[in-house]
């Protein structure tokens, strides 16, 4: 089966920047409260009594799931890069760290406390956000929740050049209130929404940051 365009650039650009992004965004959340805040909250719906673990999907290099990892969670991480995936295991030995594709999961139906998808989404297609998003769902015990971070807007930026590398990479900015709505159709239930404004760090390039929390019904 063909591999699709957009999964062979982006493992192909992480493969490329892996040392250097990790190096660069080491420390990034240590300037970002708000994100951290997020995470927290998540990680307190994750440690529900009797919830599987959690997978942080497109983990790269592993700095959420270790962060996730600090806050008590039971997680690990999948990418689909495996540069990615070789950085993670040497940067973080005490963690697990998967190859693997959001759009076709090795897990099982109703396993998974938490998934995490931090900016993780951004190189999807539009049209593929579904299959993602049920994929999510399906891998989700009930009651377990979901934590999504992507970049709020409506267009689409197109990298020659990221983290001293030269690749080729597309960036999508997606309506919250269409990723709701996608999130939705999945069977995933809105628990919170935050969208930010661009730190200085970010300006002016990035633009506003969205942060969802949501779950799957225990009815599911």
């Given at each position: ?16 920047v ?27 719906f ?6 599987g673990?959690?997978a ?34 040497r ?21 998974l ?68 709505d ?25 633009g ?13």
């Amino acid at each position: 089966m063909t591999e699709a365009t957009y999964l062979h650039a982006t493992r192909t650009a992480y493969d490329t920047v892996a040392v250097d992004y990790e190096r660069i965004l080491r420390d990034e959340l240590a300037a970002k409260p708000l994100d951290r805040a997020m995470l927290a909250a998540f990680a307190e719906f994750s440690r529900a009594p009797g919830g599987g673990p959690v997978a942080e999907l497109g983990c790269g290099p592993g700095r959420v799931t270790a962060h996730l990892h600090s806050l008590g969670v039971n997680v690990f991480g999948v990418d689909l890069s495996p540069e990615m995936i070789a950085v993670a295991r040497r940067t973080h030995p005490g963690l697990r760290f998967e190859e693997g594709s959001m759009t076709g999961l090795d897990l099982k139906d109703d396993t998974l406390g938490g998934v995490v998808a931090w900016y993780s989404t951004v190189h999807t297609p539009p049209e593929v956000l579904p299959t993602v998003f049920a994929e999510c769902h399906r891998v989700l015990a009930p009651g377990g929740s979901m934590l999504l971070a992507f970049k709020a807007g409506d267009r689409l930026n197109h990298l020659d050049r990221a983290y001293g590398h030269e690749l080729s990479l597309d960036v999508y900015w997606m309506s919250p209130d269409h990723i709701a709505d996608l999130m939705s159709e999945a069977g995933l239930v809105l628990d919170a929404r935050m969208v930010r404004e661009p730190d200085e760090s970010e300006k002016p390039r990035q633009g506003r940051q969205a942060f969802f929390v949501a779950h799957k019904p225990t009815g599911s």
